[in-house]
Structure formats: structure tokens, C-alpha cells
Nanobody
Framework: QVQLVESGGGLAQSGGSLRLSCTAS????????LGWFRQSPGTEREGISC????????YYADSVKGRFIISRDNAKNTVYLQMNNLKPEDTGIYYC????????????????????WGKGTLVIVSS
């Protein structure tokens, strides 16, 4: 059974940092494009960062560029999202996603490029 499990969410102050992790079970992440999506209150879920199978290519939405860093450790079957200089508008549910053979930008463009989802982890940033 394929499972993606996120951790690391919680409450942070504006300007602070959090690190999200997503670990897979039931399959190897090493063959998949991976990504993080966010659903903020009153908005649709959007792809904020995606990374290629070997980690050589990454994509960031304009809203997080320069503040968030995506990385992966295929040996640990885990993908990370380091979130720095957090803002209240970063509040939302963060979902880990696996995109199989999807290209990085395509996967982050919407749900169509995603094969599997985690259940999400809540991040709240206070001002």
C-alpha cells in the first residue's frame, strides 16, 4: 500500500522557520518527481515546489521563491521543504505529492501531474 506521510507542521511566528518532511512507504520515491502543494484558507490547492527524481531540477512558485527550499534524500525515501522567513499568508495545509514520471513544472501546475497524495500537515503562521 502506497503511503506518503508528512510531518513538521505546526505554529510559527512571522519571520520564523519550519521544516516539513514527507516519508514514503510501500514504494520507492527514487523513481518519482516529488512536490509540495499548499491549500490556504479560501484558495484552491496550488503547487509551491517540485523536484526532479535526481534532485537536479526544482521549481518554486513565485510566492515562495527565495524563502523555501525543496530537497530529497532518496536513500531515506524522504522529501523535505525548508520554509524560511515565514509569512502569515503561508498559513495552510501542506500536502506532499508524488508525480511518477511527471516533469517538474507540469507536476506543480496542478493535480493532473500527481499520482499519490499525503494527507497533509497544517502550518499556521502568526503575525
Amino acid at each position: 500500500q502506497v503511503q506518503l506521510v508528512e510531518s513538521g507542521g505546526g505554529l510559527a511566528q512571522s519571520g520564523g522557520s519550519l521544516r516539513l518532511s514527507c516519508t514514503a512507504s510501500g514504494f520507492s520515491l527514487g523513481f518519482s518527481t516529488l512536490g509540495w502543494f499548499r491549500q490556504s484558507p479560501g484558495t484552491e490547492r496550488e503547487g509551491i515546489s517540485c523536484i526532479s527524481k535526481n534532485g537536479g531540477t526544482s521549481y518554486y512558485a513565485d510566492s515562495v521563491k527565495g524563502r523555501f527550499i525543496i530537497s530529497r534524500d532518496n536513500a531515506k525515501n524522504t522529501v523535505y521543504l525548508q520554509m524560511n522567513n515565514l509569512k502569515p499568508e503561508d498559513t495552510g495545509i501542506y500536502y506532499c505529492a508524488s508525480g511518477g514520471l511527471s516533469a517538474v513544472r507540469y507536476m506543480c501546475s496542478g493535480d493532473a501531474g500527481v499520482d499519490d497524495w499525503g494527507k497533509g500537515t497544517l502550518v499556521i503562521v502568526s503575525s
